[in-house]
């Protein structure tokens, strides 16, 4: 079995950050061992929360205490999602680097929480610049979406073409496999859901449905990623980790919207998240 050290959020209700992205990975038989960067009652996007950021040397802390009972070298990966304070960001890379000193073959996946298209940036102040220096650099593995595309290749994506070329500036920053969770409004079609995969085989570009939500639920980007991360663990390819993602993905927020909820249903859903009913391919585009 693989084990993940997932870093991020915690919500008590509801579904974000870590309770987006332990269970499924669970469900997908990875390991996933959940570290958060804040405690807080609910997701931000209820306008109203409670909670704290957890203190980042909570961080290296717990870290320590894994390796002190051996367990740190079972370590085959890092999620790192959103990051409650500037100063947590170091305290992450430098787990990520404990991590790789001991086993070389454990990877790192940035996902880079700054905010949704259509939201602004949700994060502390310094924290975008601490994944734009520190976190990216250190990464084998990023999945942006619209507005972190922008911040992390510091280019201007107004169009399709332009998002292919912020994807290829990322991957020279350091990620080697580059998942663009969302196109939002660059895509090809305004009407469907697109996302990108890149690797150094070449870029992928896959639509399933866009959903009609009367408020978008939250968690879906650490959904993403814990599931893409989770298939490459499990030996799939980075193409059948990305499409075995984009369909599981697609059926949980099927399943949400016929339920009319505005908090993701995984655990209605998990059968699909496992075993995906659709079957949207990628096609390659360069």
């Not at 290296?60 to 999620?79: F, P, T, Y």
């Not at 994060?123 to 610049?129: L, M, R």
């Amino acid at each position: 079995m693989k084990n993940v050290l997932s870093i991020q959020s915690h919500v008590v209700y509801g579904y974000a950050g870590n309770k987006s992205a332990i269970f499924p990975m669970q469900l997908l038989g990875v390991d996933a061992w959940a570290l958060n960067t804040v405690q807080f009652s609910n997701h931000t996007q209820y306008g109203k929360w409670t909670g704290m950021v957890i203190p980042k040397e909570q961080i290296g802390e717990i870290v320590r205490g894994i390796d002190e009972i051996g367990a740190l070298k079972s370590c085959d990966a890092v999620l790192s999602g959103y990051i409650g304070s500037s100063d947590q960001v170091q305290e992450i890379i430098n787990t990520v680097q404990k991590i790789k000193k001991i086993n070389p073959n454990a990877i790192y996946l940035c996902d880079p929480v700054m905010g949704h298209p259509d939201k602004g940036c949700i994060v502390a102040d310094g924290v975008k610049e601490g994944l734009i220096d520190i976190a990216l650099p250190a990464a084998d593995l990023a999945t942006p979406n619209l507005v972190e595309l922008r911040e992390l290749s510091g280019l201007t994506v107004e169009n399709f073409e332009q998002a292919l070329a912020a994807v290829e500036a990322i991957r020279a920053k350091g990620p080697k496999t580059v998942v663009v969770k969302h196109l939002s409004k660059v895509g090809k079609d305004p009407k469907q859901f697109e996302m990108l995969l890149a690797n150094e085989q070449g870029m992928w570009h896959l639509s399933r449905p866009l959903h009609d939500f009367s408020r978008d639920p939250v968690g879906v980007g650490d959904l993403t990623a814990s599931v893409f991360l989770a298939n490459l663990l499990n030996g799939k390819s980075d193409l059948e980790a990305f499409e075995h993602t984009a369909n599981a993905v697609n059926d949980v927020m099927q399943i949400t919207h016929d339920i009319g909820s505005y908090e993701l249903q995984l655990i209605e859903a998990r059968h699909v998240i496992a075993n995906p009913i659709s079957q949207y391919r990628a096609e390659k585009i360069a």
